[in-house]
């Protein structure tokens, strides 16, 4: 299409006051992926004459003659978004010059190094200080012949099986991710803890009749078995220490954030049922609940999150909805082990959007910068980011 019909269709498109709408739905690369699918369908030449006859966007929209004369039906602030798109790919950085008083952005220029995004590998540390490094690339089911009762998989470490001794106590192992790193542990009475980027867990090899206590740093996703005592038959508490926080349960799922980067420790309940404490104070939780204990003040606060955006990262993807832009960054230094430095103040500004956590740096790169007000550059495994002039 002529860039006279894509200044036409701008100029439409903030007429029926859209073209907000249409910076949102651009950011959210999954969604969008499948639309521009559906969008590429449509005869684009009858776009503009549907919305000069239309007061408000239009749902049901001609198909390509090539593709025959049924009409599509897609909704229909996502299919603009998708033809915004398509239509004029080339002419984007216009566009949004027109729907921003800032200066012209640009797509991020081709880097001039590879940054690959993180995956499944971590350092296992064993009592004897021994370190194992598990990498995905590396090992598979079977093959940990010097180890035999560790089960590796891909991205899985199982105690199922390790061997208890006479007393009943285990060792204690540890189990870190490196930036760019993520992996998963079966602890030895089944329940299941997922380490993000830059964590870690030190756990006995076989719990004791007491307790199930663990301890954390980084971001880890609980999916906690009941346990009862064999004697007693009363059930067995599972506790996770986190800093000066301890998070006690019987048998739920839970995350835990407590980066020391980060102002909070966060810990967010899917289901069950959750105490938190440190020091004196505790509150207990119902699922959907985050208790947010502040480092500074030592005191919590109790929210009801958005649970897409808490455990995107374990789904593998990012999502950030109006999240400030520091709290992004250090989600994306954390996972693509990249240094980030700020060469202007930019904690005025919030992003919402959405992208697969497979994807490469430079995507990434392109999503934040759609937003206009930002320029993120990598140097030396560094990402500098700085206002867009």
Not at 78 to 89: G, P
Not at 120 to 135: I, S, Y
Not at 172 to 194: E, K
Not at 208 to 226: A, C, D, H, W, Y
Request: aromatic content about 8%; overall charge neutral.
């Amino acid at each position: 299409m002529p860039l006279e019909d894509n200044k036409e269709l701008v100029e439409l498109l903030q007429h029926l006051g859209l073209e907000q709408e249409v910076l949102k739905l651009l950011a959210d690369r999954e969604n969008l992926t499948n639309d521009i699918l559906q969008a590429e369908k449509v005869d684009t030449t009858a776009i503009l004459n549907l919305i000069r006859d239309n007061s408000s966007p239009v749902a049901d929209l001609p198909m390509n003659p090539k593709q025959g004369s049924r009409l599509i039906s897609i909704s229909a602030y996502r299919w603009i978004a998708a033809a915004v798109f398509l239509l004029f790919f080339g002419g984007l950085a216009w566009f949004f010059s027109q729907t921003n008083n800032s200066a012209q952005p640009k797509i991020a220029a081709p880097l001039s190094q590879v940054i690959s995004p993180g995956r499944n590998r971590a350092v296992l540390e064993l009592a004897n200080g021994e370190k194992l490094v598990l990498d995905s690339l590396s090992y598979s089911a079977g093959q940990n012949k010097q180890f035999p009762f560790i089960d590796l998989g891909a991205g899985t470490v199982s105690y199922l099986n390790f061997p208890v001794n006479k007393e009943g106590a285990g060792e204690i192992h540890t189990l870190i991710t490196p930036n760019g790193g993520q992996y998963q542990v079966i602890l030895p009475d089944g329940s299941i803890a997922w380490l993000n980027a830059a964590s870690s867990i030190k756990f006995p090899t076989a719990f004791n009749e007491l307790q199930r206590k663990v301890s954390i740093t980084g971001e880890v996703f609980f999916q906690v078995r009941k346990a009862k005592h064999t004697k007693t038959g009363k059930r067995q508490s599972f506790v996770v220490e986190a800093g000066e926080q301890v998070v006690e349960v019987f048998g739920t799922s839970f995350n835990i954030n407590a980066y020391e980067n980060e102002n909070a420790v966060k810990t967010t309940l899917v289901e069950g049922s959750v105490k938190v404490r440190s020091g004196k104070s505790a509150i207990n939780m119902n699922p959907g609940q985050q208790v947010s204990f502040s480092r500074e003040s030592g005191s919590f606060d109790l929210v009801k999150p958005d649970l897409d955006e808490v455990l995107a990262w374990k789904t593998g993807k990012f999502v950030f909805k109006d999240a400030e832009i520091q709290s992004i960054l250090r989600q994306v230094a954390r996972w693509y082990n990249l240094e980030i430095v700020y060469k202007d103040d930019l904690s005025d500004i919030h992003f919402s959007g959405s992208i697969s956590k497979k994807d490469q740096i430079k995507e990434l790169i392109e999503l934040l910068e759609l937003d206009g007000r930002i320029k993120l550059t990598i140097e030396d495994n560094k990402l500098l980011v700085q206002h867009r002039k």
